[in-house]
């Protein structure tokens, strides 16, 4: 029996408080939410017997709200700690990813004409230590809710929960050496063992088809995690890569 609720859940922090109230609920054999949806629709597939008002109070004990409605939302890729999988790519779902991009790309360029010649590899740290200043700027602004989404998928922060807390502090400190160009190999390195980590997360979450938040740009936006994540981290790892041998061999 499938039964949907109205609820007024709102991002992957909500979906983790949730979680192991209705994962623990022997009545409740899988459940979804479609964050995307301004309703925020719960769905919830129950077993025969089961009550569908417990579903309610369990939402209730968790600090939310969820009223029945008649039949489930016609809408899919909801976000959820199931592994079905999403409907595909959709350019407007990665429309934030895409103006961080290009504010990085207008960055790198400013920075770059302020020297009257373009240097492709001083570019590519200009580029590196933009990218991580943007993307550390909105996991900031909800440190517990990021630490929260990242656990979700990050190998590294499963297990430690301190590292998912200090990472945006990480990727703000790699992009003040990257724009000063300051402590070259260091940074590089560096970068290159936390996009590797990550990267290993990532694949695993997009070929296991979780319809889990990405938390590259925090919680502040309902990114869906997708091969758009996986060439994100390869390529800041290929760049990380390229320059450390470029100064080694230098």
Request: contains cysteine; charged residues 15%.
């Amino acid at each position: 029996m499938q039964q949907t609720y109205e609820t007024n859940l709102r991002c992957q922090k909500c979906l983790t408080t949730i979680g192991p109230l209705l994962d623990a609920e022997e009545g409740v054999l899988n459940w979804s939410v479609d964050l995307d949806d301004p309703k925020r629709p719960l769905t919830v597939d129950l077993a025969d017997k089961a009550d569908s008002d417990r579903v309610v109070k369990l939402m209730g004990e968790a600090g939310y709200q969820a009223t029945p409605v008649s039949s489930p939302p016609s809408k899919q890729g909801a976000s959820t700690q199931s592994t079905e999988p999403s409907t595909g790519f959709s350019l407007s779902n990665y429309k934030p990813l895409l103006l961080v991009v290009a504010y990085v790309l207008g960055a790198t360029a400013i920075a770059e004409s302020i020297h009257g010649e373009v240097v492709w590899p001083r570019a590519m740290s200009y580029f590196m230590g933009f990218f991580f200043l943007g993307f550390a700027f909105f996991k900031l602004l909800d440190i517990p809710a990021f630490a929260d989404a990242f656990s979700s998928y990050d190998i590294v922060a499963k297990r430690n929960r301190a590292y998912a807390l200090a990472y945006p502090w990480i990727e703000l400190a790699l992009g003040i050496l990257f724009v000063s160009r300051t402590l070259p190999i260091l940074a590089n390195c560096l970068t290159a063992i936390v996009m590797a980590v990550g990267l290993v997360g990532v694949a695993g979450a997009v070929l296991r088809k979780q319809t889990i938040q990405c938390a590259c740009l925090g919680t502040v936006f309902n990114l869906p995690m997708s091969v758009v994540t996986i060439v994100e981290n390869s390529v800041m790892l290929a760049i990380a890569i390229f320059m450390l041998m470029r100064h080694l061999t230098s």
